[in-house]
């Protein structure tokens, strides 16, 4: 029996509640396998633990990818009392963590820890001044009678819960369960439509820490095109860019890491259905999974889609429903019209 669909908004508030660090995606990958199930003719993992759910079809094979991994901390140094050091798994800006809630994965389950900081009183005018970074955090876990049970090496994550308001989410994670969500959303619709395409939707891992899951899920899918979900700068004022709004848009990367005609495919879908886009130069490498599926076997043409995300890598990342649906219906008649890209 099929389960019951869970709306954008809901999707993003569960998918961005799973602990799922770089190199250790299971749980969320496996939420996701499940949800997948119901709008996939296959669903299987590689060896580098991506998830790859496959729409059987005859016609040209097209690839959607989003990683499924998160910026977390890793323990590095344990004191005799009940404190701990970290080190960033990603691009973590120390400060915005500073007396946040946090979960230690150990072995034996998940112990509470906090960030704590020097207070005011104690701290030198030297001090005062200085931004913090990771010598001057320490995680207090001394609520836990069982805290020994923690070891170098054990995972940490925020302990932040997301939430809704007016079709804006603000959750952590969303860089890049978002693009988890638009492709679920892009599945629920075309597992409704019949396509020539085979389309395989790729949840890949370890993006955070340069990318191999989506590599080796390109290879292992033989794909002749790859669109990358991910997410880029939203509402931010970047010098010699153009400003990429929330609410109007994902953004469509043009530059050479791109194929141009598939991204003039991508437009031309977009004029026709009525979707609102955004551009994004990108003049060299896109810092995403794009420079790497392009790269697969003999080359594939790759495209990059960004939906507008403001205050990334922040322990509250923030997003509009409506960004992640007009991406999902981009992927989806990007696909029923893959044909006519080689008649262009």
Known sequence: MSKEKLSTKD?????????GPSGYEDEVIEEIKTIMCDYSDECFRTPMGSLVCVKKGIGPKIGFFAHADQIAFVVTKIYEDGF?????????????????????????GKLRGVVGFMPPHLQTTEESKKVPDYDH?????TMNPNWKDISIGDLVTLDIEG??????????????????????????????????????????????????GAKSGAYISEIEYGIVIDVTHGDEDIPGYPKIKM????????????????????NKVAGKYNIKTQIEPIPGRSGTDTDEVQL????????????????MHNPYEKITVKDVEDTAKLLVFTAVEITEVEEQ
Do not use: M
């Not at 999707?11 to 602990?19: C, F």
């Not at 080190?87 to 946090?102: A, F, H, Y």
């Open 11 to 19: 999707l993003l508030l569960k998918l961005s509640a799973i602990p």
């Open 84 to 108: 701990l050091r970290l080190s960033g798994v990603g691009g973590w800006d120390p400060k915005t963590v500073v007396s946040q809630k946090v979960w230690i994965h150990t072995k034996k």
């Open 137 to 141: 955090l320490f995680v207090d876990v």
């Open 163 to 212: 939430f809704e308001k007016n079709g804006t989410i603000f959750a952590p994670a969303l860089d890049n369960r978002a693009s988890c969500v638009a492709i679920i959303k892009a599945a629920e619709l075309l597992s409704k439509i019949n396509t020539d395409a085979e389309v395989y939707y790729v949840f890949s891992t370890q993006e955070e820490i340069g990318g191999p």
């Open 247 to 266: 609410g109007e848009g994902p953004a469509v990367a043009v530059g050479p890491v791109t194929n141009k005609k598939f991204v003039e495919h991508i």
């Open 296 to 311: 697969t076997r003999i080359g594939v043409k790759t495209a990059l889609i960004s939906i507008p995300l403001k205050y």
